[in-house]
C-alpha cells in the first residue's frame, strides 16, 4: 500500500504529544453499553435485572421484545449440557509474547502500564464493524482474531525492583444463570457466541488472568505512575487521567503525562521495528494466502472483464479468499483500473475492467494472528502490455530492483527511497517529461521527477500495514537497518488523465509495483519474489 510522503514517525515530539492529547480528550457523549471496560458499574435494564456483566444490551427498552420474567429466566436457564473443559496448550506466539511485555517492562521500572485491547466501533446504530483488537494489546498478549472486546493487560510493578506482573483482564463467558447470554446483543452468547473462560484464556496465552469486573478496583485507585496506550480506549485513557489527578503525590504537569503517554506508544512502536522468528513466519503465512489472493482474481478475469463495476468484483474475488484464509484484509483492497491507478488510495472500487487498461491490485491479506502482507502488481487487462505500458512498467521494476539490490544490514532505510528515485528520475527525464536533467531533478530543491511519484518507497510492515508508525523518524526514516526488519518496496509511476506535462500517451497509465521485503543478516529476501513481477511473468501468468 502506498506510503504516505510524511508518516506520522516523522512527526515531532510536540506533535505527537499534541495527537494524544487530543485523542484523550475527547469530551463527545459516549455510550458506555458501547465500551465494555469502563461500564463495569453501569445500570442495567430492566430486560436484563438478572444480567451480572454490568453492560446494560443494546436491545434498549422502547423496542426489545425479550421475555423479563423470571418465570422465563428460570426456564431457558435450565436444561442445558455441559460443556468441554479441557484446557488448551499456550498458543505459539505466548513465548514471544511474554518476551516482549519483558522488554517494555524493563523500560518503565516502578510504572504500571495499562494496553487496553479496545472496544467494538459503531458502524451504524447498532450495528458494528467487525472487531479488530488493538496492534498494541496484540503483540503484548499474543491474542489476534479470537480476542475479546473491552479487555485490558495490565503490567503491574513489582515491588521488589523493576520486574512486572501481567494480568489480563476481560469479560468471561457468564452463567446460565444471568440474563446475559440471551438477552444482551452486544455481548450474550445467543448473539455473538460463547466466550472463552478464564482458565481457558489463561493458559492458552500464558496469561494471569482475571474477570474484568475487578479492574475497576485498580482503575479507581489514585496512581500518577500509571501510562496508558491513549488511542485504544477513550474511557479507559480517561479514567487513567482522573486517577493520575486524584494522586497527591502527582507532580508532572497534564502535558508531561500525555508525553509520558505518548512515549510508551513510542517505545511499543519501535519494539516491533526488528521482527522476531514468530513474526516473520507469519508473515510468510500471509504473503503466501496473499499469493492465492492474485490467482483468484487473474482466474476470474473473464466475469470481472464482463461486469460494469468489475473493480467490486477484484475486491470480493480477493476478500473471499481473505476470509477463507486468514482472518481478513490487512486494509482496503485498492483495484484501480485504467486512470483510477493514478489515484494512489483508490478504495471506492466501482469502476470497470477493461481490456486495454492497465489494472493496480495492492492488497494484502491479514491472518488471524493479525500480521498483513502488502503486496501490488499492475497487470494488463488484455493479457499483453503494450509498448508505452511495458515502458513505464519496465522503469519502475527497475527502481524496485534498483532499492532491493542495495538492502543489507547497515544502511539507512532512507537510502531505499533514494536509490528508487534515481531512476525514476533518470528514466522520466530520458523521456523528456522533465524541464532539467535528472540530475538537476534530483536536488532538494527541483524534485521535478516527483510529480509522477508522490509517495514513499517503503514502508514497515507487520502487525499494522504501516507498522511501527509512531518510531522515532531517527529510527525509521533516519533508521539503520537491521536483520529481521521487515518492510516494503513500491515505487511508482502515474500519470494523471489530464495531465499536460506528458505526451497524450502516457495520460491515464499508473503502475506500481510492491514487494514484501525481509532483511537478513547478509542482505535481503523478497518474501513476495513467488509473485509473478517481470513483464513477461507476468503475461504469462494471464494467458
Given at each position: 500500500?502506498?506510503?504516505?510522503?510524511?508518516?506520522?514517525?516523522?512527526a515531532?515530539?510536540?506533535?505527537?504529544?499534541?495527537?494524544?492529547?487530543?485523542?484523550?480528550?475527547?469530551?463527545?457523549?459516549?455510550?458506555?453499553?458501547?465500551?465494555?471496560?469502563?461500564?463495569?458499574?453501569?445500570?442495567?435494564?430492566?430486560?436484563?435485572?438478572?444480567?451480572t456483566?454490568?453492560?446494560?444490551?443494546?436491545?434498549?427498552?422502547?423496542?426489545?421484545t425479550?421475555?423479563?420474567?423470571?418465570?422465563?429466566?428460570?426456564?431457558?436457564?435450565?436444561?442445558?449440557?455441559?460443556?468441554?473443559t479441557?484446557?488448551?496448550?499456550?498458543?505459539?506466539?505466548?513465548?514471544?509474547?511474554?518476551?516482549?511485555?519483558e522488554?517494555?517492562?524493563?523500560q518503565?521500572?516502578?510504572?504500571?502500564?495499562?494496553?487496553?485491547?479496545?472496544?467494538?466501533?459503531?458502524?451504524?446504530?447498532?450495528?458494528?464493524?467487525?472487531?479488530?483488537?488493538h496492534?498494541?494489546?496484540?503483540?503484548?498478549?499474543g491474542?489476534g482474531s479470537?480476542s475479546?472486546?473491552?479487555?485490558?493487560?495490565?503490567?503491574?510493578?513489582?515491588?521488589?525492583?523493576s520486574?512486572?506482573?501481567a494480568?489480563?483482564y476481560?469479560?468471561?463467558?457468564?452463567?446460565r444463570?444471568?440474563?446475559?447470554?440471551?438477552?444482551?446483543?452486544?455481548?450474550?452468547?445467543?448473539?455473538?457466541g460463547?466466550r472463552?473462560?478464564?482458565?481457558?484464556?489463561?493458559?492458552d496465552?500464558?496469561?494471569?488472568?482475571?474477570?474484568?469486573?475487578?479492574?475497576?478496583?485498580?482503575l479507581?485507585a489514585?496512581?500518577?505512575s500509571?501510562?496508558?496506550?491513549?488511542?485504544?480506549?477513550?474511557?479507559?485513557?480517561?479514567?487513567?487521567?482522573?486517577?493520575?489527578?486524584?494522586?497527591?503525590?502527582?507532580?508532572?504537569?497534564?502535558?508531561?503525562?500525555?508525553?509520558?503517554?505518548?512515549?510508551l506508544?513510542?517505545?511499543?512502536?519501535?519494539?516491533?521495528?526488528?521482527?522476531d522468528?514468530?513474526?516473520?513466519?507469519?508473515l510468510?503465512?500471509?504473503?503466501?494466502?496473499?499469493?492465492?489472493g492474485?490467482?483468484?482474481?487473474?482466474?476470474?478475469?473473464?466475469?470481472?472483464?464482463?461486469?460494469?463495476?468489475?473493480e467490486?468484483?477484484?475486491?470480493?474475488?480477493?476478500y473471499?479468499?481473505?476470509?477463507?484464509?486468514?482472518?481478513a484484509v490487512?486494509?482496503?483492497?485498492i483495484?484501480?483500473?485504467?486512470?483510477?491507478?493514478?489515484i494512489?488510495?483508490?478504495?471506492?472500487?466501482?469502476?470497470?475492467?477493461?481490456?486495454?487498461?492497465?489494472?493496480?491490485?495492492?492488497?494484502?491479506?491479514?491472518?488471524?494472528?493479525?500480521?498483513?502482507?502488502?503486496?501490488?502488481r499492475?497487470?494488463?487487462?488484455?493479457g499483453?502490455?503494450?509498448?508505452?505500458?511495458r515502458r513505464?512498467?519496465?522503469?519502475?521494476?527497475?527502481?524496485a530492483?534498483?532499492?532491493?539490490?542495495?538492502?543489507?544490514p547497515?544502511?539507512?532505510?532512507?537510502?531505499l527511497?533514494?536509490?528508487?528515485?534515481?531512476?525514476?528520475?533518470?528514466?522520466?527525464?530520458?523521456?523528456?517529461?522533465?524541464?532539467?536533467?535528472?540530475a538537476?531533478?534530483?536536488?532538494?530543491?527541483?524534485?521535478?521527477?516527483?510529480?509522477?511519484?508522490?509517495?514513499?518507497?517503503?514502508?514497515?510492515?507487520?502487525?499494522?500495514v504501516?507498522d511501527?508508525?509512531?518510531?522515532?523518524?531517527e529510527?525509521?526514516?533516519?533508521?539503520?537497518?537491521?536483520?529481521?526488519?521487515?518492510?516494503?518496496?513500491?515505487?511508482?509511476?502515474?500519470?494523471?488523465?489530464?495531465?499536460?506535462?506528458?505526451?497524450?500517451?502516457?495520460?491515464?497509465?499508473?503502475?506500481?509495483?510492491?514487494?514484501?521485503?525481509?532483511?537478513?543478516?547478509?542482505?535481503?529476501?523478497?518474501?513476495?519474489?513467488?509473485?509473478?513481477?517481470?513483464?513477461?511473468d507476468?503475461?504469462?501468468?494471464?494467458?
Open positions: 500500500m502506498a506510503e504516505n510522503e510524511h508518516p506520522a514517525q516523522n515531532s515530539p510536540e506533535q505527537n504529544a499534541g495527537l494524544a492529547q487530543n485523542a484523550g480528550l475527547v469530551k463527545e457523549p459516549v455510550d458506555a453499553r458501547r465500551l465494555g471496560t469502563a461500564a463495569i458499574a453501569s445500570p442495567v435494564s430492566s430486560a436484563a435485572a438478572h444480567d456483566s454490568g453492560v446494560a444490551p443494546r436491545a434498549t427498552e422502547n423496542r426489545s425479550t421475555p423479563a420474567s423470571d418465570v422465563f429466566q428460570r426456564y431457558i436457564g435450565a436444561n442445558w449440557a455441559e460443556r468441554p479441557a484446557v488448551p496448550a499456550p498458543r505459539a506466539a505466548a513465548a514471544s509474547a511474554a518476551g516482549r511485555r522488554r517494555v517492562a524493563a518503565y521500572p516502578q510504572r504500571t502500564l495499562l494496553i487496553p485491547a479496545g472496544s467494538a466501533k459503531v458502524r451504524s446504530n447498532d450495528t458494528d464493524y467487525p472487531y479488530r483488537a496492534s498494541a494489546f496484540a503483540y503484548l498478549t491474542w479470537d475479546v472486546a473491552g479487555s485490558v493487560l495490565v503490567l503491574h510493578p513489582n515491588t521488589a525492583g520486574s512486572h506482573t494480568t489480563l476481560f469479560r468471561p463467558a457468564a452463567g444463570d444471568s440474563s446475559e447470554f440471551y438477552a444482551n446483543p452486544d455481548i450474550g452468547e445467543f448473539w455473538t460463547p472463552p473462560t478464564l482458565d481457558t484464556v489463561a493458559a496465552l500464558g496469561l494471569e488472568v482475571r474477570a474484568i469486573s475487578e479492574l475497576s478496583e485498580l479507581d489514585p496512581d500518577a500509571c501510562l496508558v496506550v491513549r488511542d485504544a480506549d477513550v474511557l479507559i485513557t480517561a479514567r487513567v487521567d482522573s486517577r493520575r489527578a486524584a494522586d497527591p503525590t502527582q507532580s508532572a504537569t497534564p502535558d508531561a503525562l500525555l508525553q509520558q503517554d505518548a512515549d506508544a513510542r517505545e511499543l512502536s519501535e519494539l516491533r521495528l526488528v521482527k522468528d514468530y513474526e516473520v513466519s507469519q510468510r503465512l500471509a504473503v503466501a494466502a496473499t499469493a492465492r492474485f490467482d483468484d482474481v487473474i482466474a476470474d478475469r473473464t466475469a470481472i472483464i464482463a461486469h460494469p463495476r468489475g467490486r468484483l477484484v475486491e470480493g474475488t480477493f473471499r479468499r481473505a476470509r477463507a484464509d486468514g482472518n490487512g486494509y482496503d483492497t483495484a484501480a483500473s485504467g486512470a483510477h491507478a493514478c494512489l488510495h483508490w478504495v471506492r472500487n466501482d469502476g470497470p475492467v477493461l481490456a486495454g487498461d492497465l489494472m493496480l491490485l495492492d492488497a494484502g491479506i491479514e491472518l488471524d494472528s493479525y500480521y498483513t502482507a502488502d503486496i501490488t499492475t497487470l494488463p487487462v488484455s499483453v502490455f503494450s509498448a508505452v505500458q513505464v512498467y519496465e522503469a519502475v521494476l527497475e527502481a530492483d534498483a532499492a532491493f539490490q542495495i538492502v543489507r547497515g544502511i539507512r532505510f532512507r537510502e527511497h533514494q536509490t528508487a528515485m534515481a531512476i525514476i528520475a533518470e528514466r522520466t527525464a530520458e523521456w523528456g517529461l522533465l524541464p532539467v536533467s535528472a538537476e531533478s534530483l536536488k532538494p530543491e527541483n524534485q521535478f521527477h516527483r510529480r509522477y511519484m508522490v509517495h514513499g518507497t517503503s514502508h514497515h510492515l507487520g502487525l499494522d504501516h511501527c508508525a509512531q518510531a522515532r523518524r529510527l525509521y526514516l533516519d533508521g539503520v537497518l537491521e536483520a529481521g526488519m521487515v518492510f516494503t518496496i513500491e515505487p511508482g509511476l502515474y500519470f494523471q488523465p489530464d495531465d499536460l506535462t506528458v505526451p497524450e500517451e502516457y495520460r491515464g497509465i499508473g503502475v506500481r509495483i510492491e514487494d514484501n521485503i525481509l532483511v537478513t543478516a547478509t542482505g535481503a529476501e523478497n518474501l513476495s519474489i513467488g509473485i509473478p513481477r517481470t513483464a513477461d507476468v503475461e504469462r501468468w494471464l494467458r
